[in-house]
């Protein structure tokens, strides 16, 4: 036998020398299976990233050698998290198969489509001979999933953002190729979706730095780098400090301070803003309870809390804001939840919206007038608060935005809700917003947002004067009598305290 003659040597070899065939054998196996694992995506049967770079290096090579174009399309469906969320997942992988059927129906005997992951498809243009006939079959593409797909016997509608890259010299990588077209896809997001986008160099740089700006946010929370920053809320008639709204800031190691607007967009479009907005909610939750714990707020004073509507598709938000509660010793009747209604149906949110109401949290509309809600679908919200969007306040002074604040008003009064006045900057428009018949407002002519730190020696005033100076601009405003802005509001007595 083997094993008596190798007994000389080793166990390990003697092992090995045993084995050795079969070991052999299973490799081999493994690897003529592995191209049919690998080259072809499982639920859709389209090609795989695996095989696309293969074909994308074939077709470079060709396209250099007789000076044709190549390019890609590279597709993500909008939103698709939402749809999961409301079907299920068994029901989105349909929806993927449905997907990739329409490509290959809208594409080219020539041409390919694959699957790259997740929700993001590549549509392969070999032999290119007009340059601008890419962006013509993404325009067709976009018209074409305006009809919906036929799931069963149900109706489904997505759209696609769709970013072309096109590659002349044949100098470029497969990977090349595809970065291009995902940087272009990602601008065609942040521009509104449902469209595309043209790859070049200067916004490929840009969406290259969005791209490392994500990166590192990803970490923000963890690496302690977000603050929260917080702006008082005051009765107007008697500046008593009744509130304060939390805003997020990250500080960043190289940038600096920076505002939301430099990130909170880039957050959502990541899917990271339900986790920041979750620890903002955490941290300034337990801040304000603190401050409760201390005796330095008043029984009637709120704490309100942005989140983005994309906490209402995770099935455990209201949870999760109820331990919060518990877990910061916050009362519930201090917490106000604004919620943003531009760009967003708010109606699908009723359901959420009234379990915080039963839970005893305050719910604001947060930048109303310039969304899709109207005066007349006011009364059928479940809101506690209304806030003025700041352009109104700003424009107070022209007799069309002093309109749309004073109805806005007297609609939610009479509906028993708060109404506050967003980005009060001067004294002017401090005394219109009063003629309007808001009470409570906030903005640069009480306080800048400010850190945790400073607020302490803000709410131990007690009370807030309107800073010196016209405004955080530090313009002039021209004294218009209320009369002259609309006759009527001159018969609107202004309050002089808050009840």
């Known amino acids: 036998m083997t094993l008596a003659i190798l ?133 067709r593409i976009i018209e074409s999933f305006r009809t919906p797909l036929l799931l069963g016997e149900n109706e489904v509608t997505v759209s696609l953002s769709i970013g072309v890259a096109i590659c002349g010299s044949g100098d470029a990588s497969p990977s090349d190729l595809l970065r291009d077209g995902s940087l272009a896809m990602q601008r065609a997001k942040q521009k509104g979706k449902a469209r595309f986008e043209s790859f070049d160099s200067e916004s490929g740089q840009l969406a290259i730095n969005r791209l490392i700006l994500e990166a590192r946010l990803r970490d923000a929370a963890s690496e302690g780098e977000l603050v929260v920053h917080y702006q008082p809320v005051v009765v107007l008639a008697t500046r008593e400090i009744v509130g304060m709204e939390a805003l997020v800031r990250w500080q960043h190691p190289v940038q600096g301070l920076l505002s939301p607007d430099q990130f909170v967009p880039v957050a959502e479009e990541a899917g990271l803003i339900v986790q920041i907005d979750r620890w903002v909610l955490e941290h300034a939750g337990r801040f304000v309870a603190r401050l409760d714990q201390q005796g330095l707020i008043s029984p009637r004073f709120r704490l309100n809390v942005n989140v983005s509507v994309h906490n209402f598709g995770d099935r455990d938000f209201l949870e999760h804001i109820a331990l919060t509660l518990a877990r910061s010793g916050l009362a519930p009747e201090r917490l106000v939840i604004e919620i943003t209604e531009t760009g967003q149906e708010i109606e699908p949110l009723t359901p959420g919206l009234e379990q915080l109401r039963l839970m005893g949290v305050g719910v604001a509309l947060d930048d109303f007038g310039i969304g899709y809600s109207s005066l007349s679908r006011l009364r059928s919200l479940p809101v506690s608060v209304v806030k003025i969007d700041q352009e109104f306040v700003r424009g107070i002074t022209e007799p069309s935005n002093f309109a749309i604040v004073h109805s806005i008003t007297d609609l939610a009064n009479v509906l028993g809700m708060e109404v506050i006045a967003e980005g009060i900057e001067t004294q002017r428009q401090l005394e219109l917003v009063r003629s309007a018949g808001c009470k409570r407002g906030q903005g640069y002519l009480f306080s800048r947002p400010v850190p945790e730190e400073q607020i302490g020696s803000i709410l131990a005033q007690g009370s807030l004067s309107p800073r010196s100076g016209e405004g955080f601009h530090g313009s002039s405003t021209v004294q218009v009598p209320v009369s002259e802005i609309m006759p009527s509001a001159a018969q609107v007595p202004v309050t002089t305290a808050e009840h």
């Open 7 to 139: 007994v000389v040597g080793s166990l390990l070899t003697v092992v090995l020398v045993s084995a050795a065939p079969r070991w052999l054998e299973l490799r081999r196996a493994r690897r003529r299976a592995q191209p049919a694992a690998h080259l072809h995506d499982e639920l859709t049967g389209l090609p795989s990233r695996a095989w696309l770079h293969s074909r994308l290096d074939q077709v470079l090579a060709r396209a250099k050698r007789h000076g044709f174009l190549t390019a890609v399309l590279v597709l993500d469906l909008d939103r698709f998290a939402a749809v999961n969320n409301r079907m299920g997942h068994e029901q989105g992988d349909q929806v993927f198969v449905l997907v990739a059927r329409r490509l290959q129906e809208l594409a080219r005997t020539e041409d390919t489509v694959a699957r790259l992951d997740g929700d993001q498809f590549v549509v392969l243009l070999e032999d290119v001979a007009d340059p601008n006939s890419p962006a013509r079959v993404a325009q």
